[in-house]
């Protein structure tokens, strides 16, 4: 039976803090007050905000007119990041050459910390033993790995909390080092790899671990790959859109020199706009149409519908859910989508999750002396290894069989990696009725299949009738086939998927578990022949859903819902960024999963 989810809200003071911040900026300044008396205002209220507009030499003179001082130039998204005095982001707004001013909102990783006594074995684990890590088992990478595809040629980058070189982390299975080709520290400006949290180790230990286990498996989904580490959040776990984008920006700059081709962005925030009015989703968008793959989390705030969060809600991207093998590696009978995995539609009417991958009881390499591992002692297995929970490491998950399919397959572009992971996919299905179990919008095209993404033979491109340069030169936008029938009270597709199986695109918005997977007969022990075929049931029909309905409108497809009701509903409809009363993208949510 599947056991209860208990939802802790952290960090209330910090939340607080900010929205107090944001409050503060958004004070407007009487119509009368020129620049110049913005620019003599009490730097002590001053806030941190993103401006975006055409000609980057015109924002950085009117930031100094305003008194403001500039902290990055973000040349990705045609903007800059400053510090104003209160009331100068107003009357910015009113400026000729400048769309959009944004606060620079606060961002944190969207994990779970996983407490569960049969797989943490607390301060006392045995500090030399490495375990096992069952996520390579449980997704079939280990086919991929018998068949000589290993990540090898292939680098991923890591925007996240740091890296702390520990065994596995060094050198490639052909003991060649170094496997970190490139750091950068947006935060505390390190010259050399650190992780104050613990949590960007974890994710880059899912991806690309190359210490073996006992059982002779490697402990990480794509061992031979390479890896390049962004530090963007600091010690807690926190960070802002500048340092996010800063990090995008850098990695999108050296994608050539390190041969970048895989980004994860283990992070998640509040939606508060269109996809393509966030100043986040504008570098997601830029960094996949430059050749780079982007896999991103879908948020813990689920299961309620409408819960994909920032970056989870870009269309382009690879957006993770989490499902859990329930401690039973070989047995997929007892598998089940976790209820705090974040679920779609996205409010511009995108189907989301794209896919679910292992998201619970995640064994990965922790620093010792790490924030996360300081707080959280009873998470320890044995030796380096941390075991959590989130979509966080179900995006690492999927990172890896990124790179895995493209390190068989090196000319792939990211639509081509995102068609074959989807794809292959395994939907979740009744034995008996041979419905679904979990509608679309939970599963999205079903449990990740990484022995067919890296070796099947097949064509095909995702993102289908999007014209990626075009969203971004903002001539167009795009929505999805989603919709709220308020008639039936169910989320539904539109037409030409309205008559296809109907619980997996009728769904009223209610938590289900378990049911068998599409092809799946409960473990990956057979030859990788009998899998290439388990493609092409409920999944085939992503390469149109994973696409747009049509051109972005100013429609309520979700009226009926409680969104509909929300404050920035108004400026959301118009295309606005956030504002500096609505902008506070964070999350606090973590959840022990018992």
């Known amino acids: 039976m599947k056991t209860n989810t208990r939802y802790i809200i952290l960090n209330v003071a910090l939340a607080l803090a900010l929205m107090a911040a944001c409050l503060v900026g958004s004070v407007a300044a009487p119509q009368t007050v020129s620049a110049a008396n913005v620019a003599h205002s009490d730097t002590s209220l001053q806030s941190s905000y993103i401006i975006q507009?055409?000609?980057?030499?015109?924002?950085?003179?009117?930031?100094?007119?305003?008194?403001?001082?500039?902290?990055?130039?973000?040349?990705?998204?045609?903007?800059?990041?400053?510090?104003?005095?209160?009331?100068?982001?107003?009357?910015?707004?009113?400026?000729?050459?400048?769309?959009?001013?944004?606060?620079?909102?606060?961002?944190?990783?969207?994990?779970?910390?996983?407490?569960?006594?049969?797989?943490?074995?607390?301060?006392?684990?045995?500090?030399?033993a490495t375990p096992n890590t069952d996520y390579p088992n449980v997704t079939g990478a280990t086919v991929a790995w018998a068949n000589g595809v290993t990540g090898s040629g292939v680098t991923v980058a890591v925007l996240d909390t740091g890296l702390s070189l520990m065994d596995g982390l060094i050198r490639n299975p052909d003991?060649?080092?170094?496997?970190?080709?490139?750091?950068?520290?947006?935060?505390?400006?390190?010259?050399?790899?650190?992780?104050?949290?613990?949590?960007g180790t974890h994710i880059a230990a899912i991806i690309a671990?190359?210490?073996?286990?006992?059982?002779?498996?490697?402990?990480?989904?794509?061992?031979?790959?390479?890896?390049?580490?962004?530090?963007?959040?600091?010690?807690?776990?926190?960070?802002?859109?500048?340092?996010?984008?800063?990090?995008?920006?850098?990695?999108?700059?050296?994608?050539?020199?390190?041969?970048?081709?895989?980004?994860?962005?283990?992070?998640?925030?509040?939606?508060?706009?269109?996809?393509?009015?966030?100043?986040?989703?504008?570098?997601?968008?830029?960094?996949?149409?430059?050749?780079?793959?982007?896999?991103?989390?879908?948020?813990?705030?689920?299961?309620?519908?409408?819960?994909?969060?920032?970056?989870?809600?870009?269309?382009?991207?690879?957006?993770?859910?989490?499902?859990?093998?329930?401690?039973?590696?070989?047995?997929?009978?007892?598998?089940?989508v976790t209820d705090f995995s974040s679920t779609g539609p996205t409010l511009d009417s995108f189907v989301k999750p794209d896919v679910v991958a292992p998201g619970a009881h995640i064994v990965s390499k922790m620093p010792i002396l790490s924030f996360i591992a300081r707080t959280h002692e009873a998470n320890w297995v044995s030796g380096q290894y941390f075991s959590m929970a989130g979509t966080s490491q179900s995006?690492?998950?999927?990172?890896?069989?990124?790179?895995?399919?493209?390190?068989?397959?090196?000319?792939?572009?990211?639509?081509?990696?995102?068609?074959?992971?989807?794809?292959?996919?395994?939907?979740?299905?009744?034995?008996?009725?041979?419905?679904?179990?979990?509608?679309?919008?939970?599963?999205?095209?079903?449990?990740?299949n990484a022995a067919d993404a890296a070796l099947a033979d097949m064509q095909g491109e995702a993102n289908a009738h999007m014209d990626i340069q075009a969203d971004l030169d903002g001539t167009t936008h795009y929505e999805g086939f989603s919709y709220y029938d308020q008639v039936s009270g169910q989320y539904k597709l539109r037409a030409p998927f309205d008559s296809m199986n109907t619980s997996y695109v009728n769904w009223d918005g209610r938590y289900t578990s378990y049911g068998s997977w599409s092809d799946s007969y409960g473990s990956w022990s057979d030859s990788y022949g009998s899998w290439s075929d388990s493609y092409g049931s409920l999944s085939d029909v992503y390469l149109a859903w994973a696409g747009s309905y049509g051109t972005w409108s100013d429609s309520l497809p979700w009226a009926g819902t409680d969104f509909a009701k929300k404050d920035f509903i108004k400026a959301y409809k118009t295309g606005q960024a956030p504002n500096v009363k609505s902008a506070t993208v964070s999350i606090d949510l973590w959840v022990e999963e018992r």
Not at 96 to 108: C, E, I, K, R, W
Not at 111 to 126: C, F
Not at 175 to 199: C, E, L, R, S
Request: proline share 6%.
């Open 53 to 128: 507009g055409p000609n980057q030499a015109r924002l950085v003179e009117l930031v100094a007119r305003y008194g403001g001082t500039i902290t990055s130039t973000l040349e990705i998204i045609h903007g800059v990041a400053a510090t104003l005095p209160a009331g100068a982001a107003e009357q910015l707004r009113t400026e000729q050459g400048v769309s959009n001013v944004t606060p620079n909102a606060q961002v944190s990783v969207s994990d779970n910390i996983n407490i569960t006594p049969d797989a943490a074995g607390g301060k006392w684990a045995d500090a030399k």
């Open 175 to 199: 003991g060649k080092a170094p496997k970190v080709v490139g750091w950068k520290d947006f935060v505390g400006k390190m010259p050399v790899p650190v992780d104050p949290n613990g949590h």
């Open 209 to 336: 671990n190359s210490q073996k286990g006992p059982d002779g498996d490697f402990n990480g989904m794509a061992p031979a790959a390479n890896l390049v580490i962004g530090r963007v959040l600091d010690e807690k776990g926190y960070g802002t859109y500048e340092h996010i984008i800063a990090g995008i920006q850098w990695v999108v700059t050296n994608r050539a020199k390190y041969n970048i081709r895989v980004l994860n962005l283990s992070l998640n925030g509040d939606v508060h706009s269109p996809y393509w009015a966030d100043p986040l989703d504008q570098a997601v968008t830029a960094a996949w149409s430059q050749g780079i793959t982007v896999v991103v989390a879908a948020g813990n705030k689920g299961p309620g519908a409408l819960s994909i969060g920032v970056p989870g809600n870009n269309p382009y991207a690879i957006t993770v859910g989490a499902f859990t093998d329930h401690n039973t590696v070989a047995d997929w009978s007892d598998d089940y």
């Open 395 to 448: 995006a690492a998950v999927v990172s890896g069989i990124a790179a895995l399919a493209v390190s068989k397959n090196s000319d792939l572009t990211p639509n081509q990696v995102k068609f074959r992971i989807l794809s292959t996919a395994l939907p979740w299905v009744d034995d008996q009725t041979h419905q679904a179990i979990y509608s679309v919008w939970q599963q999205g095209a079903g449990r990740v």
